[in-house]
C-alpha cells in the first residue's frame, strides 16, 4: 500500500476523540450512497418508461404509413404496394384503412378506430395481432370474395333488426339466429374497450360510420352489425380501449370505398433510419402522397422524455453536491484535527504534495466507498422494482399498469464517474490548506 493511502485509510478509522470526525465521515458516505442510488433508480425509471412505450409503439403500429395528400384513397393500391416493397431497407409492407367508428352494444357506446386490414400482411408490421388473449384472428382471413347482394350491410336496410329477437324459442328459430349471427362479419376488439361495452368472443356490436350516405331526408350514417370473434390485451391503454380491427373488405364495403385503402403501412430494417426511409418511399409513390413515421407521430412524447432525463440529472445530482459539501466539511475539520501531526510528518520529511495526497485520497475514498454501496442499492431495488413490478400505475393515466425499470450499465459508469469527480474536487481545498501547514507554526507550543 502507498505511504498515502495507508495514512488516508488510518484517518478514517477515527479514535474515541475524533468520533465526532467519524460521525460526519459515515454521514458523507450516506450522502454519496444515497445519491448515487436514487441516481441509478430514477434513471431507470426514465430507461424503462422509454424502452417500454417505444417497443409498444413501434411494436403495435409500422414503423412508416403512406397515404394520400388528398385524402381520397389510393387507387391500384396492390401494383404500388408490390412495387414499394421492393426499395431498400423495407422487410415488409401492408395495406390499411383506418376510420373513426362508433361502435355500441345495448345501451353502451364507445368511439372507436376501425382498421381494416388483410391478417397475414398485418402480423408482418405490427404485433397487435399477436396480443390476442380471447377467441382467434382466423376468422379474419378472406375465404371468398363478398356477393354483389351482400355489398351493403343487412342492418342498413332495415335498422330494427339490430335489436330484434326471434319470435318464439323453436329449434328453427335458433337456428336461424346462430346462422345469421354466424354470417356477420367479424371484429376483434381491445380488451378496455369489450370490459366497456360488455361485449365478449360471439356478442353482436353494432358499428356506425360518419361516412354516410345523401338521402333526400339528409346524411345518414351508415352502420352494421359485426360478431366479435376475439380480445386482445396489448397492455398499452390508447389500443386497448379505442381500437378495433376487421377484414379489409369489410371496412371497405362499410365506408364505401370500394377498393380503396387509405394508407399503406412498412416494416423497415433499423427504426432510426425511419425519416430517411419515409423519404425515399415518398418520392417513389410519386407525386400526390406523404409519408409519416413513428418518430413524427411520437415526437411530443420522447421530448417529453428527454425533458424528464435532464431534470432527473439536475434534481438528483443535487443530492450528490450535498454529499461532496459534506466531504468538503469533513475533510477540513480532519486538517485542523489532524494539524499537528501533519507538522511532525513534515518534519520527518515527508514532502508537501505527499501531504495532499493524504487528503485527496481520503476524500476519494469516502466517494469510492459511497458509490459502491449507492450502486449496489440502486441497481438491487432497479431489478425488484421491474422484476416483480412493485409499483402499480393508473393505465388510463399513464397508459401502461406498472413502472417499469430498466437500468443500463452505461448510465452506471456515468454516475459513478460524476460521483467519484464531484468527491475528488471536494478534497482540493483541505488538501492544498493542509500542504500550507508549517510544521514550526504548528509545534511551537507543543
Do not use: C
Given at each position: 500500500m502507498r505511504f498515502e493511502l495507508f495514512i488516508a485509510t488510518r484517518y478514517l478509522r477515527a479514535k474515541r476523540r475524533q468520533a465526532f470526525i467519524g460521525i460526519i465521515t459515515g454521514i458523507s458516505i450516506v450522502g454519496v450512497a444515497a445519491g448515487v442510488a436514487s441516481?441509478?433508480?430514477?434513471?431507470?425509471?426514465?430507461?424503462?418508461?422509454?424502452?417500454?412505450?417505444?417497443?409498444?409503439?413501434?411494436?403495435?403500429?409500422?414503423?412508416?404509413?403512406?397515404?394520400?395528400?388528398?385524402?381520397?384513397?389510393?387507387?391500384?393500391?396492390?401494383?404500388?404496394?408490390?412495387?414499394?416493397?421492393?426499395?431498400?431497407?423495407?422487410?415488409?409492407?401492408?395495406?390499411?384503412?383506418?376510420?373513426?367508428?362508433?361502435?355500441?352494444?345495448?345501451?353502451?357506446?364507445?368511439?372507436?378506430?376501425?382498421?381494416?386490414m388483410i391478417p397475414a400482411d398485418e402480423r408482418k408490421v405490427g404485433d397487435l395481432l399477436n396480443t390476442i388473449k380471447e377467441g382467434s384472428a382466423a376468422a379474419l382471413e378472406e375465404t371468398s370474395p363478398p356477393s354483389e347482394n351482400s355489398s351493403e350491410p343487412e342492418t342498413q336496410k332495415n335498422p330494427a333488426a339490430s335489436n330484434s329477437t326471434p319470435a318464439d324459442d323453436s329449434p328453427d328459430s335458433l337456428a336461424g339466429v346462430h346462422a345469421r349471427v354466424a354470417a356477420m362479419p367479424p371484429i376483434i376488439l381491445g380488451k378496455d374497450m369489450a370490459d366497456n361495452l360488455g361485449a365478449t368472443v360471439g356478442s353482436v356490436v353494432l358499428v356506425t360510420s360518419p361516412q354516410g350516405e345523401l338521402t333526400p331526408f339528409g346524411m345518414v350514417p351508415k352502420y352494421s352489425r359485426f360478431r366479435v370473434v376475439g380480445i386482445f390485451n396489448s397492455g398499452f391503454f390508447d389500443y386497448d380501449s379505442s381500437w378495433a380491427f376487421t377484414r379489409l373488405s369489410d371496412a371497405q364495403r362499410l365506408f364505401g370505398l370500394g377498393d380503396l385503402i387509405s394508407v399503406i403501412e412498412f416494416k423497415v430494417d433499423d427504426i432510426d433510419k425511419a425519416d430517411v426511409v419515409?423519404?425515399?418511399?415518398?418520392?417513389?409513390?410519386?407525386?400526390?402522397?406523404?409519408t409519416t413515421n413513428w418518430k413524427e407521430q411520437n415526437q411530443a412524447l420522447f421530448h417529453a422524455l428527454n425533458m424528464e432525463r435532464l431534470v432527473t440529472y439536475i434534481t438528483v445530482g443535487l443530492i450528490v453536491f450535498v454529499a461532496a459539501l459534506n466531504i468538503l466539511i469533513s475533510l477540513i475539520m480532519m486538517v485542523m484535527e489532524k494539524t499537528k501531526d501533519i507538522a511532525v510528518l513534515i518534519s520527518m520529511g515527508t514532502r508537501t504534495s505527499q501531504v495532499r495526497k493524504i487528503f485527496i485520497a481520503q476524500g476519494v475514498l469516502i466517494g469510492v466507498i459511497g458509490t459502491a454501496i449507492g450502486l449496489f442499492l440502486g441497481y438491487a431495488i432497479s431489478y425488484a422494482g421491474g422484476h416483480y413490478h412493485m409499483i402499480s400505475l393508473s393505465p388510463e393515466v399513464y397508459s401502461i399498469d406498472y413502472v417499469p425499470f430498466a437500468p443500463r450499465l452505461k448510465d452506471g459508469l456515468w454516475v459513478v464517474l460524476v460521483s467519484v469527480g464531484v468527491s475528488f474536487i471536494a478534497t482540493l481545498y483541505p488538501s492544498w490548506s493542509a500542504g500550507r501547514t508549517l510544521p514550526a507554526e504548528a509545534l511551537r507550543y507543543e
Open positions: 441516481l441509478i433508480v430514477a434513471l431507470a425509471i426514465n430507461n424503462g418508461f422509454r424502452q417500454d412505450l417505444q417497443e409498444r409503439l413501434i411494436g403495435s403500429t409500422s414503423h412508416i404509413s403512406l397515404l394520400r395528400v388528398a385524402d381520397d384513397g389510393i387507387k391500384e393500391w396492390p401494383v404500388l404496394l408490390d412495387r414499394l416493397s421492393k426499395q431498400p431497407h423495407v422487410v415488409a409492407a401492408a395495406p390499411a384503412i383506418f376510420e373513426q367508428v362508433l361502435i355500441s352494444r345495448g345501451p353502451r357506446a364507445r368511439g372507436a378506430v376501425l382498421k381494416g419515409s423519404r425515399q418511399l415518398e418520392d417513389a409513390a410519386g407525386k400526390g402522397f406523404m
